[in-house]
């Protein structure tokens, strides 16, 4: 199975900041690689497909890079609607497997 | 709009099987499969499978091999997971989402199912 590592596991940051967060799968999976936002109570929803590709009505200060091993999730400008868990999931093979989460908090 | 409303939640005891329903709108059915996402308390997510809705054909976790079923019902747009011989470990939020969509991603998700195995 491919091996998912997503960092950090957490961060606080204020409203406005720029957030990172990184993913790298244990072998190379091209840009099979996507983001979905989690909410408690909430259906999960798609952020970034296909590594850089912006899912339809998600907001622009979203963006995604990388290819092969390495992946990047960024948050432009932080938003309080934005404070939530975040997963990275690799689709190259079955069985598809996801990255640990990054609980995103309000400093 | 798309949208998928899963069934409420179950508690089961160990040994017995759960059913859990997805019903979809606003799309084709047949030009999406449907996968089944869970997590466990304080666990991470756990892919389990999906199911074309076109030809019905099935690709299964293989940890899950044996226990679960993944049906369609074309006449009510309605996906189902069905997972046998319950564990306590099997105690988590059922999701099912469709997809592979572009890239083999998940694009819409249902609000997901507690199920609760025990004693």
């Known amino acids: 199975d491919i091996q998912m590592t997503q960092s950090p596991s957490s961060l606080s940051a204020s409203v406005g900041d720029r957030v990172t967060i990184t993913c790298r799968a244990s072998q190379s999976i091209s840009s099979y690689l996507h983001w979905y936002q989690w909410k408690p109570g909430k259906a999960p929803q798609l952020l970034i497909y296909a590594a850089s590709s912006l899912q339809s009505g998600v907001p622009s200060r979203f963006s995604g890079s990388g290819s092969g091993t390495d992946f990047t999730l960024t948050i432009g400008s932080l938003q309080p609607e934005d404070f939530a868990t975040y997963y990275c999931q690799q689709s190259y093979s079955t069985p598809y497997t996801f990255g640990q989460g990054t609980k995103v908090e309000i400093k | 709009q798309v949208q998928l409303v899963q069934s409420g939640a179950e508690v089961k005891k160990p040994g017995a099987s759960v059913k859990v329903s997805c019903k979809t709108s606003?799309?084709?059915?047949?030009?999406?499969?449907i996968s089944w996402v869970r997590q466990a308390p304080g666990q991470g997510l756990e892919w389990m499978g999906w199911?074309?809705?076109?030809?019905?054909?099935?690709d299964y976790a293989q940890k899950l091999q044996g226990r679960v079923t993944m049906t369609t019902d074309t006449s009510t747009s309605t996906a189902y997971m069905e997972l046998r011989s319950l564990r306590s470990d099997d105690t988590a939020v059922y999701y099912c989402a469709r997809g592979p969509a572009a890239k083999r991603s998940f694009d819409y998700w249902g609000q997901g199912t507690l199920v609760t195995v025990s004693p």
């Open positions: 199911i074309s809705a076109y030809n019905r054909n099935t």
């Open positions: 606003g799309y084709t059915f047949i030009t999406y499969g």
